[in-house]
């Protein structure tokens, strides 16, 4: 309760009536509540501090709280006290469900005592002490206040005061500038989304991968691009051991750029009761020849936080004709198929055969494939070809084809869909990396073609293709030219829960430039358009834990089971760098309930030892 924590916190005071003196808030638009947090939405209507039953600090048991002490308070006085103080003392008391109840406290810094009343505007106070003086015994536990109060009533209100006379009340509620966007994602003077960070991870060599099994647990899994895959606890540390070992068969080397190495893996939708999860490599077979490699392993069944090194079984291998364009994305539909993002083979121009590998159905690179890894074929192939694949009665295509036409997607996700209507769930998203022009982003149909070589983005690349009739190729939903970035990293519609305002967004980014992107679809016409992202400023992002920069090089994007979104960078990328991080996305204006987020996990047994997460990026 709010009076319980004031006056402890009045303990740690010298002088527990002197007022911080604190910069002006007026342009920076931040929302904070007592809990350091942004404010929200109550899930149901508030009884007593009406006012803020739309959007501000309190839930309904806080409400129940204040109402609870307010009628304790209104006990001592008699009817004729009631009505000339009932209202005053509850808009006093009402001010911890404000959406700037920081602010008014003096308590957006968590290290430092917050004000014992919240800061009232001078003519308001006196009319308050005039009226109800006696009341402030009632409101505050401090004798040197109740003093102030009784003998020097000009004093009292100097020191409830604010510098900042925007945020005094009433001024605040009266302030059109701070309240027009309440609830809203800050945006700067240029439309910018003003979204702050939080640091989840660090120290890792070219983090490629972060992701969940599905089992509950609240385990992450981050793989690095040179084999190794660390399990992250929900304590937020480290497995001292890695889950899975592949550095001595993985092809990669500490060359910046180099795109070999670790590149995919995803768990079974069943993984909580099989133990199986896929892996996607580049392996050097032979002297010269380069290969990528789709595998299964299962955890073992001795340790829930490993692998099992023996249980590797070979779906297949694609030979890679040049050191680029490796694709690397695993993950499961919706349908439970596992489809499997490739490259087209590298160099410039996909110069392989006529139509390069991308436009050859017959070819693994540049492609969509999907499989049935629940079952094997008839001629002993490790996987099914599922009976509405694209392409089976083309004796031209290789029946795994789903997608044509990629020329290197990096970072495809699934779109869990709204979490009320369900719109959009089971689209399959891809980052598509272009050559000279045009980066892209797809939405992946059955038996579609993206175009490349003929096109690179919107545009045409190989002249003679492009108009060749029998193209029909699906056009990007967005592509950006290389002003802005050359090389795409794609992302993932956010459908979590504790950044409620950034539902239906695509975030995504770009590895070159480390710009930050998003997407808003227009549902009525199903074209999309983009929305400016940036670090909140300093004070935007003035949270506790939470950050406004973040390393340039973008890798990758991930999500959480519960559907927040994080992406992966480092500030050199190499893949012996040891300079990766992670960061989690979060909305400095408006957040979920508090509660409603929290999710039930499963007991993580834990043999080995954990390495604590030490942050090592500054505000």
Known sequence: ??????????????????????????????????????????????????????????????????????WDIMDFYDIREYELCGELVKEILCQECSPYAAHLFDAEDPYTPMRLLPGLCSDYCSEFHRKCGSVVKHLTEDPGLWDTCENDPSKFCRLLDLADQDYCYPNVLRNSLLNRDLGHVVEDRRGCLQLCLMEVANGLRNPVLLLHAGDDTGRMFVAEQV???????????????????????????????????????????????????????????????????????????????KADPLSERLIFEIEEPAANHNGGQLLFGLDDYLYIFTGDGGRAGDPFGKFGNAQNKSALLGKVLRIDVNGSSRDGKPYRIPQDNPFLLDSGARPEVYAYGMRNPWRCSVDRGDPVSQHGKGRIFCGDVGQNRYEEIDIIERGGNYGWRAKEGFECFDVKLCHNSLLRDILPIFA?????????????????????????????????????????????????????????????????????????????????????????????????????????????????????CRIKTFLVKVKGKRVPFVPQERK
């Open 227 to 305: 084999g190794f895959v660390w399990v992250y606890l929900p304590d937020g540390s480290r497995l001292e051991e890695p889950f899975l070992d592949l550095s001595g068969e993985v092809l990669t080397t500490g060359r910046l750029g180099d795109e070999r190495g670790f590149l995919g893996m995803a768990f079974h939708p069943h993984y909580r009761d099989n133990g199986r999860f896929f892996v996607y490599y580049s392996v050097l077979a032979g002297e010269m020849v380069e290969k990528v490699r789709i595998s299964e392993m299962r955890v073992s069944v001795h340790d829930m936080n």
């Open 480 to 596: 950006y030219d290389h002003h802005v970035g050359k090389s795409v990293t794609g992302g993932y519609v956010y459908r979590g829960c504790e950044s409620p305002n950034l539902n239906g967004l695509y975030l995504f980014g770009d590895f070159m430039s480390g710009r930050l992107m998003a997407l808003q679809e227009d549902r009525e016409s199903g074209s999309w358009s983009e929305r400016s992202v940036c670090m909140g400023n300093t004070a935007t992002c003035a949270f506790p834990g939470l950050i406004n920069h973040h390393h340039k090089f973008i890798i990758s994007f991930a999500e959480d089971q519960a559907g927040e979104l994080y992406f992966l960078a480092t500030s050199y990328p190499g893949s012996m760098s040891p300079f990766g991080t992670i960061y989690k996305f979060v909305d400095p204006s408006r957040r979920a309930p508090p509660g409603k």
């Open 1 to 70: 309760m709010l009076h319980n924590k004031m006056t402890t916190e009045l303990d740690q005071l010298q002088d527990p009536h002197t007022t911080c003196v604190k910069r002006s808030h007026s342009d920076d638009k931040i929302m904070t509540c007592l809990d350091f947090q942004p404010p929200f939405k109550p899930p149901y209507h508030l009884e007593f501090c009406k006012d803020y039953e739309k959007f501000g600090c309190c839930d309904q048991t806080t409400d129940n709280i204040i109402a609870e002490r307010y």
